[in-house]
């Protein structure tokens, strides 16, 4: 069993809900219920039974069949969600800048805002849309002086369907330039503890359709209430 195997087999053994965490890597590579039942030679009941958590904890046979279905599946479509698995390789827990959590299910992204007490600064009505996988806190500052360009996927975990949370901001310019020209993209960027976000950080926001947030939360708040997710 390679790393990325492991990786998901470690985080749906290890869950408190593994259903919904199987659920979770299910709708992070794009596949429908439909899709991985045919694959499996099962119903999609027995699919949605397991998500819904009705089913007893699956076991080291069907977790194995699980992963090795999604990733048969991805292959067919191309293997575009598990080469991106691979180049966001974990950070290490070393890295003192910044903080990285995955949700064991996805959140909606109106969710998100009224789950941080979040002001909206640009792209409202992108956030219908938008499914977020989990969230990396940053130091703006440590982030943009210290980080290479080759360890910048390090900040996206096991998916880019996240938000950016900076800390250590004053006008909002310098994350939002970050963003601009980095290759991968947060799905949201949120700024905490400032009053007025620089009018180009909004109009970058704009341009690369990200919608931006502010909050008065704390990262100790942050990570409390994002947590449970």
């Known amino acids: 069993m390679d790393s990325l195997q492991e990786w998901i087999a470690g985080e749906i053994t290890l869950s408190d809900t593994p259903g919904s965490t199987m659920k979770k890597w299910r709708e ?113 500052l440590r982030v943009i002086l210290e980080i290479s360009p080759s360890d910048y996927p390090r900040l996206f975990g096991a998916t880019s369907e996240r938000a950016f949370i900076f800390d250590q901001v004053s006008t909002g310019r310098s994350p939002m330039v970050v963003v601009r020209v980095a290759p991968i993209k947060p799905k949201v960027v949120v700024i905490q503890n400032i009053e007025t976000v620089d009018k180009l950080a909004i109009k970058i926001a704009q341009i690369e359709h990200i919608p931006l947030l502010t909050t008065k939360l704390n990262a100790e708040e942050l990570k409390m209430r994002l947590g449970n997710i």
Do not use: C, H, M, W
Request: proline share 4%; net charge neutral; no cysteine.
């Open 28 to 140: 992070l590579f794009g596949i429908s219920q439909v899709e991985l039942a045919k694959y499996l030679k099962i119903s999609t009941s027995t699919i949605s039974d397991y998500e819904g958590n009705r089913r007893s904890s699956p076991g080291v046979g069907i977790i194995r069949r699980f992963i090795q279905a999604l990733l048969a599946i991805d292959a067919q479509n191309g293997g575009e969600v598990t080469r991106n698995l691979d180049r966001f390789s974990r950070p290490k827990d070393d890295a003192s800048f910044f903080f990285l959590k995955d949700f064991s299910a996805p959140i909606s992204g109106v969710d998100f805002v009224r789950l941080i007490d979040a002001k909206i600064v640009a792209n409202p009505n992108y956030l219908d849309t938008i499914k977020l996988f989990g969230y990396t806190l940053l130091d703006s």
